[in-house]
Structures are given as structure tokens and as C-alpha cells.
């Protein structure tokens, strides 16, 4: 058996093929690509028994990642994060089967990591010396990172007021590291020269075809882990919407392979915020395409993103599944955020918050029904966005005394 099935790249707009062993970024047509496998030669040979006693990471799944060769792997132990049950919010929203795939105890502490492992791997495959990415934080510090393992160097370009953390993994990376005065498209803007004048690897989002390979694994867990039967109801906080492309990739391979029922697909809501919601409008219009979302605010960082490159996939994900774009205030997913805090013991981040949100009102809409199987996708940990939380509690001085919640 080979280490990996991957046959080429391929164009799903235009359907060009382009050839697997080279540096490849978008399609001539301006599309990003999508990585194909053989799963006919792959089916006959590898059976769902045979990950059995496999490394607990998303490379147990390496046949249908694109990395051929095992000694190019970077890796920190990522993916194979648990699926919780939430025993508390289940009953205080009205589903009963509802899970998070927690995310946030992934390295770098969000599911980016996914994408930059899997990234920077066939990056090294490639033989890449040096990459450029424009970020809004959590892509950047996990790509840094794993650069800095993989021995790659990295240079990225950030919003001034990104969260100072993503900021510090990235110093302290090594990454040849810049703030702008401005948002994402900023940043991307000017990455896009230096990929110009310098002849740089590009790995702003879907502008490399392996992240999203990475962001697939999130899928072929989920599967996994409810032993083949896939759940009626995936909800993802949607910024770019890789993540989403990813997993509905994992499910249409999992299908062809035969892993899972042909007839059954989970339905698929891409969550945005109400201050940057271009998917849900598009959705809204039963259009094909997003339209730039103007003056984009949010404290979801992670999901504010304006005019995702791949939204093209990320509708016609929702719409082959019969799913749906649902948008949530800020102020809904701090006070989700603080509930499940206190209800599961989870700190969740804002945008994993948001998603939840989505499924209560989803469940009030009847879009979700009491007795449906839901997974939750939290991205991210909560402790990577310090700010979100308010503390008012009393300062003592050290001869002053304090009481206990509950007097025996
Ligand atoms: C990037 C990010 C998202 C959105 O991910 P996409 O796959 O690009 O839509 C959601 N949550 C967190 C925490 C993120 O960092
Ligand atoms: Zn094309």
C-alpha cells in the first residue's frame, strides 16, 4: 500500500487538472484547488479495522492526506480531539444528543493547527524554503509555529489590533512578523506583492490546496468517532469556511470509499457574526456567491472575515446538504460563552460560542429537531481570548475575611 492516494489537484470551478508533485496556488481561472484521491484503488485495499492501534492524530488518516512520503511529516500531535457530550446545555437548549468536538486542546490552541500541519508538511514535500500569509491571528501563529519545527521560514503580516497573543506565538516563533494598520485585506494586499516581487509561497487561506486537507480530518473524526453513523447536524463558525469545505469533503470521500451511508449527509450550518455575515446573506438569497461584507466587526475574530475566497464551496456545501447560514450577535455568544462556562466547565472561544448560539436558535426555529444527533465545533480555547471576559470580584485587604457560596 502507498503512504498517501492523492492522484492531482483539480479545479472545481473550471475542473483543470494540475499536477500533484509541483508548488501549485489558485487555478488560472482565480479558483482555488482541491486535492483528488484515488478512493476506487484506495477502497479495495483499506478498511475502516485497519486503523485500529494507529497514532492518535490526524495522520492516522494518512492514506487520504497528501503528504506521500511519511518522513516529510511535521508534526505536534494534533487532531483526534475528544467529541464531548454536553450533559447540561443539552437539556437547557432541548437537544438530546448534542456534542462539541473541542477543538481548543489542539497545539497552538485552535483547529488552525489542522491546516498548518498538514500545510507546512507537503510544503516541506515540496521543498519550500520560505512562505507569506496575511492573517487575522490563529492561522498565523499555527502556520509560524509549525514553520519554525518544519524549519521553514514564514513571513506574516497581521491587523495591528489581532489578539496580542496570536502576535506573541508569532514573534516568538521567529517569524518575520508585520502589524498593519488595517484589517485582513489589508495585510493580504500587501503580502501579495512581496509574493510578486520575491517569488514567495502564497499560503493565504485556500490559495495553497493543503490546508484545507488538513481542516478534512475534523470530518473523518467526527465519522470515526460515532463509529461510522454520521450525525443529522454539524454546526461550524464560519469565517473563511475552510473548515466546512473540509468536512464536507471528508464525508463525500468517506461515501465514495463506503465508510458511510451514501444516502445520509449530515446537514451542514456555516454560523457567522451579525457584523460580518456575508455567507448567511448569500445563503438568504439562495445565491451562488458572497458578496464583500462592508465595514466587517466582530469579537469572533476568527470568523471575521469579509469575502472568503472559497465561498463558492462553502454554499454549495450547505446547499447539497440541506443545510443552512445562520448569524449570531455578540452579545448572544458572550452570554452562550459564559452559560456553557458555567453549565459544562468549558471555556469555549467566542466563535465556538457563536455556533452554539446557532444551534439554540435553531432549535427554537424547528430547523433542529429535540431528538437529532448535533456536533458543536468548538475551535478554538477560550483562554487564547482573555479579553472577552469581564472580571468585577472584591479586592481584600489581607486582614478582611470572605465567605464560602454554601454554609454547612
Ligand atoms: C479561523 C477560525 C475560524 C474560521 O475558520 P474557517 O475554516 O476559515 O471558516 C473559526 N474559529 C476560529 C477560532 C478560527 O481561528
Ligand atoms: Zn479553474
Redesign the pocket.
Known amino acids: 500500500m502507498k503512504f498517501s492516494y492523492i492522484s492531482h489537484l483539480y479545479c472545481p470551478k473550471c475542473s483543470e487538472k494540475y499536477e500533484r508533485d509541483k508548488v501549485q496556488q489558485l487555478c488560472k481561472c482565480g479558483a482555488p484547488l482541491l486535492v483528488k484521491y484515488d478512493l476506487h484503488s484506495l477502497a479495495a485495499q483499506w478498511k475502516p479495522d485497519d486503523l485500529a492501534g494507529r497514532r492518535n492524530d490526524l495522520w492516522r488518516y494518512h492514506e487520504l492526506l497528501p503528504v506521500a512520503d511519511e518522513s516529510n511529516i511535521v508534526s505536534m500531535g494534533e487532531g483526534m480531539t475528544p467529541l464531548i457530550e454536553m450533559l447540561s446545555i443539552s437539556t437547557n437548549i432541548g437537544i438530546n444528543h448534542l456534542y462539541m468536538k473541542d477543538?481548543g486542546i489542539i497545539p497552538t490552541g485552535?483547529?488552525?493547527a489542522r491546516?498548518a500541519a498538514v500545510g507546512v508538511s507537503k510544503a516541506k514535500e515540496l521543498g519550500v524554503k520560505e512562505f507569506a500569509m496575511p492573517t487575522?491571528?490563529?492561522?498565523g501563529a499555527a502556520w509560524a509555529l509549525y514553520a519554525a519545527r518544519s524549519g521553514i521560514s514564514s513571513t506574516i503580516v497581521m491587523p495591528e489590533d489581532a489578539p496580542k497573543i496570536t502576535r506573541n506565538e508569532c514573534a516568538i516563533s521567529g517569524a518575520n512578523l508585520y502589524l498593519v494598520n488595517g484589517l485582513i485585506s489589508d495585510a493580504g494586499k500587501i503580502v501579495g506583492k512581496a509574493v510578486e516581487e520575491y517569488n514567495l509561497y502564497d499560503v493565504s487561506?485556500l490559495k495553497e490546496p493543503y490546508r484545507i486537507e488538513g481542516?478534512k480530518t475534523m470530518g473523518l473524526e467526527i465519522a470515526e468517532q460515532f463509529d461510522w453513523e454520521v450525525p443529522d447536524v454539524i454546526l461550524?463558525?464560519?469565517?473563511?469556511?475552510?473548515?466546512?469545505?473540509?468536512i464536507y469533503k471528508a464525508l463525500r470521500e468517506l461515501q465514495e470509499l463506503g465508510w458511510i451511508n451514501k444516502e445520509k449527509m449530515p446537514r451542514l450550518a456555516a454560523v457567522q457574526s451579525e457584523g460580518c455575515a456575508p455567507i448567511v446573506k448569500a445563503w438568504q438569497e439562495g445565491k451562488k456567491e458572497s458578496a464583500f461584507w462592508d465595514n466587517s466587526e466582530t469579537l469572533?475574530?476568527?470568523?471575521n472575515?469579509p469575502k472568503?475566497l472559497g465561498d463558492f464551496l462553502?454554499l454549495q456545501a450547505i446547499y447539497e446538504t440541506a443545510g443552512c447560514a445562520v448569524s449570531v450577535s455578540d452579545q448572544a455568544l458572550l452570554e452562550e460563552q459564559k452559560l456553557i462556562s458555567q453549565q459544562e466547565g468549558l471555556f469555549i472561544?467566542?466563535?465556538?460560542a457563536a455556533a452554539f448560539h446557532a444551534a439554540r436558535k435553531l432549535r427554537n426555529e424547528g430547523w433542529i429537531k429535540k431528538e437529532e444527533k448535533v456536533v458543536v465545533?468548538n475551535?478554538?480555547a477560550g483562554i487564547?481570548y482573555p479579553n472577552t471576559v469581564s472580571v468585577d470580584v472584591p479586592i481584600l485587604e489581607p486582614n478582611e475575611s470572605i465567605k464560602p457560596v454554601t454554609i454547612m
Do not use: D, R, S
Open positions: 477543538e485552535t483547529f488552525k491546516g487575522n491571528g490563529n492561522a487561506t481542516k461550524y463558525p464560519t469565517g473563511g469556511g475552510v473548515g466546512l469545505i473540509g469572533a475574530f476568527g470568523i472575515v472568503a462553502v472561544c467566542p466563535e465556538g465545533l475551535t478554538g487564547k
